[in-house]
């Protein structure tokens, strides 16, 4: 049968270093954990099974945080995809969680039938349909791998603390790395190319001039991917795209005055700076833990149009003062 | 979820009371703590805006007395399924919210 590996509750510098590679999206295509049973510490057959996805981040905090405590890890094949985002594709599942159990001879290692599911995992996996398909008494502790220890502390009970999820500033940031890569990808490329090149166009010869659309662009994708995030509870309103919007208005005006824009310019890069910090700003509601596809559906349908409408203005007005100036 | 709140009056959530029999696992799993107990222990729906329609609770109801319609609170998505004439997808996992969440830190990212 599969042999029982063992995975250290120690973290290496090497595993530092892919945690903070993969925040910027680097090593995401290695960071995939051999699924399978693994021990941790030294465990008995009485020792309790948690449940976990084979992303490399994901792995590497469980095992950190099961630190002193003599456990079963049993690693689901989730294509190295996290927990959250797994049970909701439905990789992490009830199925998966019976087959990987058969397959790693988890009751040829383990005296019982309780299996301890991250809180999160139960979007993927029904604790009665693995009951009833498989005998399994699934346990769902807390969300959030650093409660491990309380929660075995208090006899596999969860507080309602731990049930509720969390998106404090800290948590926050680290995602915003991610968001920026994003707009670097593929075809979005080509917006920052055609920027230099219309403003070249548009400049008059002038190096501030053609760099005014370029700059709002960047400007809007900060204001978007890095400001909106990191003062999202300050940013009034509730939809992504109006907090978006109103962090690129403010960014993108102070960066066309810096540049000593003529009036029309400062409202140009206003414009296109606001348009696509609402886009990236709603973009992000894929990374929060608290945004319903419904709302989000709606939000899309209301701003799309507008974000479209704001550049379309911007590029008038650059044209406009070209003609002008 | 302290601090945060999305837009109200749009989760599909729905609850049937009458299939209810009070086993309460809807409580142990939802993340945004929507339902509460009832005096006569069942559970109903305190704070429908707070549901982010990730369907961990209808998913673990072994009495069918939850319905929504669950998916990915994330624009990229909806969009993708938009372009592409399909349901909502955040791509396979490479790349993107959903490929670099830390989520067992917390996993704080990326609803599904």
């Given at each position: 049968m599969a042999d029982v590996r063992q995975a250290s509750s120690t973290l290496t510098w090497r595993d530092t270093i892919a945690r903070w590679a993969l925040r910027w999206d680097i090593g995401r295509e290695r960071a995939v954990v051999e699924p399978g049973l693994y021990r941790v510490g030294e465990p008995t057959p009485a020792s309790p099974v948690f449940v976990t996805a084979n992303y490399r981040m994901t792995f590497d905090l469980v095992r950190r945080d099961l630190l002193g405590i003599d456990s079963w890890l049993l690693v689901l094949d989730t294509n190295g995809v996290n927990v959250w985002c797994a049970a909701g594709k439905g990789t992490f599942s009830t199925k998966e969680l019976i087959v990987r159990a058969a397959k790693s001879n988890l009751s040829g290692h383990v005296n019982h039938r309780t299996l301890i599911v991250p809180q999160l995992g139960a979007t993927g996996v029904s604790a009665h349909e693995a009951r009833q398909l498989g005998d399994y008494r699934v346990i769902f502790g807390p969300i959030r791998s650093r409660d491990i220890r309380a929660f075995v502390a208090a006899g596999m009970k969860t507080t309602p603390e731990m049930r509720v999820v969390t998106f404090t500033f800290a948590e926050r940031i680290v995602l915003t790395p991610v968001e920026l890569v994003g707009t670097l990808r593929g075809w979005k490329l080509l917006i920052p190319v055609g920027l230099i090149a219309a403003g070249w166009l548009l400049g008059h010869g002038s190096l501030a001039a053609a760099c005014q659309p370029l700059v709002a662009y960047i400007v809007g994708v900060l204001a978007g991917g890095v400001l909106t995030p990191a003062l999202l509870p300050w940013l009034p309103g509730r939809g992504f795209s109006l907090k978006g919007a109103l962090a690129g208005v403010v960014a993108g005006a102070a960066a066309s005055l810096a540049l000593g824009s003529e009036p029309l310019g400062v409202a140009a890069g206003t414009l296109l700076a606001a348009s696509v910090a609402s886009f990236v700003g709603l973009n992000f509601t894929g990374a929060t833990?608290?945004?319903?596809p419904s709302g989000v559906e709606k939000e899309l349908r209301l701003a799309l149009p507008a974000q479209a409408a704001a550049a379309v203005i911007a590029g008038v007005l650059w044209i406009v003062q070209y003609f002008l100036g | 979820m302290r601090g945060f709140r999305y837009l109200s009056g749009v989760a599909s959530l729905k609850l049937n009371a009458e299939k209810c029999t009070g086993c309460r696992v809807c409580l142990s799993v939802c993340p945004h703590a929507v339902f509460t107990e009832t005096d006569d222990r069942r559970v109903r729906v305190a704070d429908l805006d707070a549901c982010m329609e990730c369907g961990a609770c209808a998913k673990n109801c072994a009495f069918g007395a939850i319905s929504l319609k669950p998916g990915v609170g994330c624009a990229e998505a909806i969009i993708n399924g938009w372009l592409r004439g399909t349901e909502p997808s955040c791509g396979d996992g490479s790349g993107g919210c959903c490929g670099t969440a830390p989520m067992a830190e917390g996993e704080p990212a990326a609803p599904a």
């Open positions: 833990p608290f945004t319903s | -």
